[in-house]
Each structure stands twice: as structure tokens, then as C-alpha cells.
């Protein structure tokens, strides 16, 4: 069984800064892409940033040039630095993972959820 578990959501002002985690544990071969996605309320779970097995990274227009994926593939982990918050940033962040438990089997994994809210 494959599990993910996020931290770092949490109240902070507009401007401000947060750094979200995902860490990937239980039975896993290999990691292929991963991803962050948010949900605001009453608005659909759309994809935030994206990064692939070798590095190479795309976002939504809304957060270009202030937040940055990145990965650690040492700890099976995801990261989401978000900087300049505005108060549209507010959502419910999941992480998203293409794990291989084994060979020649994937799985697409969700994390529980973690809540940002940009606000003064």
C-alpha cells in the first residue's frame, strides 16, 4: 500500500510565503511524474504545477513566476514553493503521484489534502 502525507498548509497574508510537502511512503519501486492541484471552494480541482521523472516542470498561468516544484527523489518527496500568495490562492492543495509499486504496475495517488488561506 502506498500512502501520501502533506504538510506545510496554513493562514498567511497576502504577499507572504508557504512551503508545501508531500511525502510518499509504503511499497514503492518508482516515482514517475509528480504534481500538485488545488481546490477552491466551489470551483473545480484544477492542476496547479507539474514535474516530471527528469526534472522538467510546467504550471498554470495564474502561478507562473511565483511558485516553483521541485522534487526529492532521495525521499520520495514533492515540494510546492508558493511566494506572493494572493487571497485567489486560497484553495485545498493535493498532491498528485504516478507510483510503480512493483514492476510493470502504476498507481495513481492522492494525497488527503492540505488547506492554504491567503488572507489579511
Known amino acids: 500500500q502506498v500512502q501520501l502525507v502533506e504538510s506545510g498548509g496554513g493562514l498567511v497574508q497576502p504577499g507572504g510565503s508557504l512551503r508545501l510537502s508531500c511525502a510518499a511512503s509504503?511499497?514503492?519501486?518508482?516515482?514517475?511524474?509528480m504534481g500538485w492541484y488545488r481546490q477552491a471552494p466551489g470551483k473545480e480541482r484544477e492542476l496547479v504545477a507539474h514535474i516530471s521523472t527528469v526534472g522538467g516542470t510546467n504550471y498554470a498561468d495564474s502561478v507562473k513566476g511565483r511558485f516553483t516544484i521541485s522534487r526529492d527523489n532521495a525521499k520520495n518527496t514533492v515540494y510546492l514553493q508558493m511566494n506572493s500568495l494572493k487571497p485567489e490562492d486560497t484553495a485545498v492543495y493535493y498532491c498528485?503521484?504516478?507510483?510503480?509499486?512493483?514492476?510493470?504496475?502504476?498507481?495513481?495517488?492522492w494525497g488527503q489534502g492540505t488547506l492554504v488561506t491567503v488572507s489579511s
Open positions: 498528485n503521484m504516478g507510483i510503480s509499486p512493483r514492476p510493470a504496475r502504476f498507481l495513481e495517488v
Open positions: 509504503g511499497s514503492i519501486f518508482s516515482i514517475n511524474a
